[in-house]
C-alpha cells in the first residue's frame, strides 16, 4: 500500500529540485479568485536555482561569443572564403604550370631525339642559314617617296669622304 501512495503523489504533485513531491496547486474555482500565497523557497532550493541560471547565462554568453568569432574573428567567415578564393587561384595556377611543364619536357625531348627539330629552332630563333643560301629579309614598311629616295643617294668624294647637300643626277 505505501507505495500506491507514493506513485499517486509524483502524479499529482510537482517535483521539486531535491527529488521530494510537492502538492500541485488546484485550478482556481472561478476567474475572479485568487491563489493562496506560495511559501518562499528553501534556502537549498533557491541556491540550486540560482546555480541552473548562472549556468544558463555563461552557456549563453559563451556560445555568443562563439558565434561572434566564428562570424569576425581571425579564423571567421571572411577570412575563409578568402583562403579558399586564393587556395582556387593556386589550384588553377598550378595547374597551368604542370601543362607548361610537361609541354616543356615534350620539346626538349624532341630536341634531343630529333636533327630536324634543333636545324627548326636555329633557323627560326637565331637566324642561321646553310651555306649557300640566301636570306631575304620582308618587312611591312611602305616604299620611300621619290623625294626621299633622290635624298638618300649622295656624291662620293674620290678620298671617301660624303658631301652633303650634293645630289646624283640620272
Known sequence: MPQTARRA?????VRSSRGRARPAQPALPFPGAERAEVPPPRRGEQSSWRRRHLARLLFSLLTAILIANALIGERGLPATLRIRREHRE?????????ETNQRLHREAERLRSDPAAIEELARRDLGLIRPGEQLFVV?????????????????TVPNGAQTEGLLISD
Open 9 to 13: 503523489t509524483r502524479r499529482s504533485g
Open 90 to 98: 593556386l589550384a588553377d595556377t598550378i595547374a597551368e604550370l604542370r
Open 139 to 155: 618587312t611591312d614598311r611602305a616604299a620611300p617617296l621619290p623625294a626621299e629616295h633622290e635624298l638618300a643617294r649622295r656624291r
